[in-house]
């Protein structure tokens, strides 16, 4: 009896665990939180991180006059780089508020602060809205670094350089955070643009495309350009940063074709990793460890992100094909800079990074190849006769993430009513003439597993299993409890108590 108590508290205790980890859900936000003051040998703390014309193979374009969307309005309405995010200015609230708003891929809440932060310069003051309305909700997100909580509410909100029109929409009104709003960034919010399963508190709230969609009668399909690529991460002054695009496509936007990879599963933009090149070096890893768990595309984060085991490969594969003769450890932990002397061309020494995407013909693929520009990033040297880089690319334990540093090399069409991914060379990723991404295919995927995501079970369906397992472990120790209670508290032959549920002593805390 001992026994079968042990087991039910321990199954319990495990159920327990994985409820209450998977309700404080993590999500991959990781922003570079500013300049760095840094010397060759500086440490660095972690890093953050409505009818149109179609192409022919169903894409939105904006070349029908007649259409109720202007796409050209849309043109450079991002600003910021990949290091700080990209963001876009809202009009929230009657009268409207003005507030810059991260892009972020990776998550589904709309979210904007709305109480005094010390890193931000204002917030959307509810009480001054005559149009907002709580919900008496509270919402609570975790990123991969930072969270906030905050209410639940409704009100207006306008894009100046968006779609025509004002749409009613979800807005999470945010009291409080740790690590979310950072040094150095002139966002005071987040627009989360991934699908409603990510919502929290649960999918009943509408994400903010969503809304959109419905509302203003827009096609399923927005893109993005993000035109940071090659920009020093420690830049005080915030260009132009690119483009996000509700309703298609723009044509101008981009050069060449635009390939397309399926989404796999609509909670994140879910695609399949075939492969990884270093330079000519295939890594030779199996598929499904490209995979593992998941592998997404997120402008959230600022890295490139990789499973553990594939990061280690990248690494081995790029020290064996760079012509620098050692490294210290630290530059590809992300812990310390990599230093020349101004005028010397470091980059010279790093070769193309390549990642095979599955095509929509599933027996195809393509690949999109960034170039060391893109990868090796500039980090502003106060000392002045140094040039200092950062390497761009990290270890993941939740999955591969293909972040800004690798999408400001393209033209990304996030085609939600085909549920597929596009890629084009983005016309901003150019350096000096020399264009900083390239787009090839298409080629066989004969050599590798025809399902190459198949990993652990996805996070909504672990809720689901560790929610059944806490009914099923606390009803079945109901049932114990008052198996061992009740008849068991009575005198014995030798007149004692007997109470084999004091046991029960080991609590879950």
């Excluded at 003051?37 to 193979?57: P, Q």
Aim: hydrophobic share 40%.
């Amino acid at each position: 009896m001992a026994y079968s108590t042990f087991v039910l508290f321990g199954a319990f205790a495990l159920s327990l665990y994985f409820g209450v980890s998977y309700c404080y859900f993590s999500i991959p936000l990781k922003i570079y939180p500013g300049k760095y003051n840094v010397s060759s040998d500086v440490n660095l703390t972690s890093l953050r991180k409505v009818a149109l014309k179609s192409d022919g193979s169903g894409l939105s374009l904006a070349s029908d006059p007649t259409g109720t969307v202007n796409f050209l309005d849309m043109v450079n309405n991002l600003q910021g780089d990949s290091g700080r995010g990209y963001y876009i200015e809202m009009s929230i609230g009657t009268p409207g508020q003005k507030l810059n708003i991260l892009v972020d891929t990776g998550s589904s809440n709309f979210a904007v602060a709305a109480a005094p932060h010390q890193f931000i310069t204002h917030y959307f003051n509810t009480a001054l809205s005559s149009t907002y309305r709580s919900t008496d909700r509270t919402v609570a997100v975790r990123y991969t670094q930072g969270n906030w909580e905050g209410e639940l509410g409704m009100d207006r909100v306008s894009i100046p350089r968006g779609p025509n029109g004002t749409i009613n929409i979800n807005i999470a009104a945010i009291l409080s955070s740790d690590g979310f709003f950072l040094p150095g960034i002139n966002w005071q919010g987040i627009l989360g643009l991934a699908y409603p399963v990510l919502a929290r508190p649960d999918s009943s709230v509408e994400p903010f495309f969503n809304s959109v969609v419905r509302q203003l009668g827009i096609p399923d399909v927005f893109s993005l350009q993000m035109c940071g690529a090659g920009l020093s991460a420690g830049s005080e002054t915030d260009t132009m940063g690119g483009s996000l695009i509700m309703g298609g496509a723009e044509p101008s936007l981009y050069r060449g074709s635009v390939w397309y990879t399926p989404i796999i599963e609509e909670w994140y933009y879910q695609v399949e990793v075939l492969k990884l090149e270093v330079g000519d070096q295939n890594l030779n890893l199996d598929c499904r460890e490209y995979n593992m768990d998941k592998a997404i595309v997120d402008s959230g984060t600022t890295l490139l992100r990789l499973p553990v085991n594939v990061f280690n490969a990248l690494v081995e594969a790029i020290t064996r094909s760079s012509l620098i003769e050692e490294f210290s450890s630290g530059f590809w932990e992300g812990t310390k800079l990599a230093c020349w002397m101004k005028g010397e061309n470091p980059l010279r020494f790093f070769p193309k990074l390549s990642i095979y995407l599955r095509a929509t013909n599933t027996s195809e693929s393509f690949r999109i190849t960034i170039l060391p520009q893109l990868y090796i990033q500039p980090i502003t040297d106060v000392d002045g006769a140094l040039d200092c880089f950062r390497f761009g690319v990290s270890s993941s334990t939740n999955g591969m993430v293909i972040g800004a540093i690798v999408m400001e090399g393209f033209y990304v069409v996030f085609d939600r009513t085909q549920r597929r991914l596009g890629f084009a060379l983005s016309s901003c990723a150019v350096s000096d003439g020399v264009a900083l991404s390239e787009i090839e295919g298409p080629f066989s995927a004969a050599d590798v597993a025809a399902n190459c995501s198949g990993g652990p079970l996805k996070e909504p369906l672990v809720w689901m299993i560790s929610y059944a397992l806490m009914a099923v472990c606390a009803l079945a120790l109901l049932i114990l409890l008052l198996m061992l209670i009740l008849p068991c508290r009575c005198r014995n032959r030798n007149g004692e108590i007997t109470d084999e549920s004091s046991l029960v002593r080991h609590r879950i805390k």
